[in-house]
């Protein structure tokens, strides 16, 4: 099967962001992908910001994006954008660090004032750095995503069912499948 780079952008380490993320990373591992979580917030400050194209953060995390057959990338929406750290570790790659990628974006935040933000900020930079394929993103309200004391995560009913078929399709552009999508209940 496929590598996928699973990518968190968001700057907390408890964000529902990077957990919605590890909750889809056991999905995709269960449909045979190799799935390698980053999170950005993990590479140093001083190499985001500094733009040090060689710090060793940095170029490990350009491998991991060589490496990948497809990425998704995750971010909760602040001023109705992706985040800065995102932003900061995509300057920092190759311009076409994407090319011949399959990409899944994700998006979490308070209000469905923010669902544009993965077709107006973050797909066209993904685009833009050569994405061969962006399936559809998908956008999924905070009061959605439930922490449990354990640290697993609980989806609403509503949300778990209509982000499957979307992590489905993705999969299925990975390995060249057409995805069985099941009719909208």
């Not at 979580?37 to 040090?52: K, M």
């Amino acid at each position: 099967m496929a590598t996928v780079l699973s990518v968190s952008g968001s700057p907390s380490a408890s964000s529902r962001t990077g957990r919605l993320l590890r909750h889809l990373d056991q999905r995709l591992a269960a449909q045979g992908h190799q799935v390698i979580p980053l999170d950005v917030r993990t590479i140093p400050a001083e190499a985001l910001l500094g733009a040090d194209f060689r710090h060793p953060a940095i170029v490990e995390a350009t491998e991991l994006f060589d490496r990948a057959d497809g990425v998704v990338v995750g971010t909760p929406v602040y001023k109705a954008s992706y985040s800065g750290v995102l932003k900061a570790l995509l300057d920092l790659l190759p311009q076409y660090a994407l090319t011949g990628k399959t990409v899944l974006p994700l998006a979490t935040g308070g209000s469905v004032a923010h669902v544009l933000a993965i077709d107006y900020a973050l797909r066209p930079v993904l685009n833009s750095m050569g994405a061969a394929h962006i399936v559809q993103g998908w956008f999924t309200l905070d009061k959605d995503i439930t922490v449990r004391e354990d640290g697993t995560l609980a989806l609403a009913p509503a949300a778990a069912e209509a982000l499957t078929p979307v992590v489905d399709q993705f999969s299925a552009a990975l390995t060249g499948r057409t995805p069985v999508l099941a009719a909208a209940g």
